[in-house]
Nanobody, 117 residues
Framework: QVRLVESGGGLVQAGGSLRLSCVAS????????IGWYRQAPGKQRELVAT???????NYADSVKGRFTISRDNVKNTMYLQMNSLEPEDTAVYYC???????????WGQGTQVTVSS
């Protein structure tokens, strides 16, 4: 079975940094599209960042210049480096993986990020 497990969340003061990790058990990891999403209380789940196999990235306007998405295809792990964190970044963060050419999306269970003012 395909499984994604996030880690690295926690409590941090405004202006601080965290790095989230997501380990994927999937044979197609290296060719898939990777994404990080987040869901804050009272809000819909929203895109944070994506990265495709070629390395091209896309970021939500709210995190541009502060967050960086990356992937390690040897370790089947994706990362989200979060700098200059703000209270508005508080949310549960989820990783996902989309295989190429297959209409499926796999999700992790999420990791809580809390930014205090």
């Amino acid at each position: 079975q395909v499984r994604l497990v996030e880690s690295g969340g926690g409590l941090v003061q405004a202006g601080g940094s965290l790095r989230l990790s997501c380990v994927a058990s999937a044979s197609f990891f290296s060719t898939g599209t990777i994404g990080w999403y987040r869901q804050a209380p009272g809000k819909q789940r929203e895109l944070v960042a994506t990265i495709i196999s070629s390395g091209n990235t896309n970021y939500a306007d709210s995190v541009k210049g502060r967050f960086t998405i990356s992937r390690d295809n040897v370790k089947n792990t994706m990362y989200l480096q979060m700098n200059s964190l703000e209270p508005e970044d508080t949310a549960v963060y989820y990783c996902n993986l989309r295989p190429v050419g297959i209409p499926l999306v796999y999700w992790g269970q999420g990791t809580q990020v809390t930014v205090s003012s």
